[in-house]
């Protein structure tokens, strides 16, 4: 078995204990090894740590001597990253972070699409075990709607680890009370009113999710069509059929109607006087619903 990765004993100590809030209980590391890390399976090792700074970083760190299918989950995040290196904190056993490394074996081109593809596998996995439903935003938010108002309860950032690999790491707010979210538009799935916030449930069925969705992409040779990957993402994406304002690189500004994903995973924005651009890095934000 791949040897654990970090140590939390220390952290442990200083914030109470694993059991010092008896609302968030921790993880059950050994039952998810037996439920997640099976011969033949996608999931080759699973560790869980108290605190980290960024489980990306970790994971990324040791892409070298992983095999494919490792798992980092951490209980509390202290730097944790979201695109463009925005910081993500939450408090300890409120949520999942959690990473994973993959060595994709498709053409380098198509990899582009796994964030999508992690997005579509947790919503999906996040709505069958929380009973909440989960939108996608381009490219790589999940969001809940919290008193009609759709709110951001979760985000996706992958990295490069080395040639062949990439790490893929998923932060998911989900006991965080509506006094201790970090900025208004933030949720959670207990303020969405899941009918389960139990993290083991939850992290079980986003890994299995992820693990099947990966599995027909990989099998399809990457191809968003052939796995049914674009098909299942655009019928998720919140940010199709909305106004948007896109925010991009060398402070350019484009607005127009979020119409489709092209074959690369980049969001088509139609503007005004009918002509198209297609988005593939940069802040979206919804502006209005097309009526």
Known sequence: MTPPIGSGDAAAGAAGGRWSDLERPPLDEAALRRALVLDGGLWSSLDVVETTGSTNSDLAARAGELPEGAVLVAEEQTSGRGRLDRSWVAPARSGLFVSVLLRPQA??????WLPLLTGVAAAKGLAKAAGADLALK????LLVKVGGEERKTGGILAERAGRDALVVGLGVNV?????????PAAGSLLLANAVSTDRDTLLRSVLRSLEQ???DW?????DPEASG????????CATLGHRVRAELPGDRVLEGDAVRLDTDGRLVVETEGGG???V?????????AQG
Request: aromatic share 10%; charged share 30%; net charge negative.
């Open 107 to 112: 053409p380098v081109e198509r990899w582009g």
């Open 138 to 141: 381009w490219p790589n938010d």
């Open 175 to 183: 006991t965080l009370r509506e006094d201790e979210l970090p900025v």
């Open 213 to 215: 969705w990966y599995g």
């Open 218 to 222: 990989r099998a399809a040779d990457g």
């Open 229 to 236: 990957l674009r098909a299942a993402y655009e019928a998720d």
């Open 276 to 278: 198209t651009e297609a």
């Open 280 to 288: 593939g890095a940069g802040d979206i934000v919804h502006v209005r």
